[in-house]
């Protein structure tokens, strides 16, 4: 007898159904530590108070709700720790003349280029490609920039004056590498999440924005809608449009300097005066729509 084959359009809604329960909740790969779905709630994350209406993906109904993202520091600090060994490994090229099959300075060259790659491209993969307000004119932060800079003119001098110079050079590009990964293991450090609301398109252009947001579009879009206008030191806070399927959101987004994406409602944005103001109230004044069912989870079916 011939197996019953699976209808293809069923298979794919049943792959994107469970794609969207994991969608609010974080994929289980993120927490290998933990069996089955992520719990509604993690260590460090707190509910918003009143007058905030929330809910969760097993309540479902109106209101916001959390969407974990993909933690940093396990995307970010695994390549960096390869890093320390090809900076280390441009030593030895310098150390010991003539002992490679390539030319000696290439072949520093290229370890030291790639201890760098690996130091910095992860954090800028993550980018979600919108301005960094946090960031200031000039801020290359986490890149710790002037010892880097020190190190490459003192680099210079060592060809033209001696070569000795060349160890402090390379002991400016340690330091700078060091205050680097310093500062990425700072930026990672808060848990990486926003908050959403479903909406009509047609809810953004009525006067929706809560005291202290200043509107940046009279429409939906995919990207920027309204900036808190008060100063954050080494953040910004932003609404911003997010598109999932047929469904519409706005996100409340907290962005460090670093460009990373931080839950504003954890223990350590709660607990800080400074982000007092702007999570005493939602940003907008609507409850927007029901959460649709498909992001909607029943764990006892599960």
Not at 133 to 149: S, T
Not at 160 to 189: E, H, M, P
Not at 226 to 246: F, M, R, T
Request: net charge negative.
């Amino acid at each position: 007898m011939r197996a019953k084959t699976q209808d293809p359009e069923h298979a794919r809604r049943s792959v994107e159904a469970s794609l969207d329960k994991d969608w609010l909740l974080g994929e289980s790969r993120w927490w290998p530590a933990n069996e089955g779905r992520p719990p509604l709630l993690r260590d460090g994350e707190i509910e918003p108070s009143e007058p905030w209406i929330t809910t969760d993906a097993v309540s479902g109904g109106r209101g916001w709700m959390r969407q974990r993202l993909q933690p940093a520091g396990s995307k970010i600090l695994l390549p960096t720790s390869w890093s320390l060994f090809f900076l280390i490994s441009t030593v030895f090229p310098l150390a010991f003349p003539d002992k490679t099959p390539i030319d000696d300075q290439n072949l520093a060259i290229v370890l030291f280029s790639i201890a760098w790659i690996l130091t910095l491209v992860p954090i800028l993969s993550m980018s979600d490609g919108l301005e960094n307000r946090a960031r200031k004119k000039f801020d290359v932060y986490p890149f710790a920039f002037l010892p880097f800079l020190f190190g490459v003119m003192i680099f210079v001098l060592h060809i033209i004056i001696d070569s000795r110079l060349g160890w402090i050079s390379y002991l400016c590009f340690l330091y700078s590498w060091a205050l680097t990964i310093s500062n990425l293991a700072q930026s990672v450090k808060p848990s990486s999440g926003r908050w959403l609301l479903p909406i009509k398109v047609e809810d953004v252009n009525l006067e929706i924005l809560a005291d202290g947001w200043e509107r940046k579009s009279k429409v939906f879009r995919n990207g920027l809608i309204a900036s808190w206008s008060e100063i954050l030191d080494d953040y910004s806070a932003d609404l911003v449009g997010i598109s999932h399927g047929k469904h519409r959101f706005i996100a409340i987004v907290l962005r460090h300097r670093s460009g990373l994406i931080h839950d504003i409602f954890t223990s350590n944005f709660v607990e800080n005066k400074l982000f007092t103001e702007i999570i005493s109230k939602p940003p907008l004044t609507i409850s927007g729509d029901a959460w649709p069912s498909n992001f909607i989870i029943n764990f006892e079916e599960e």
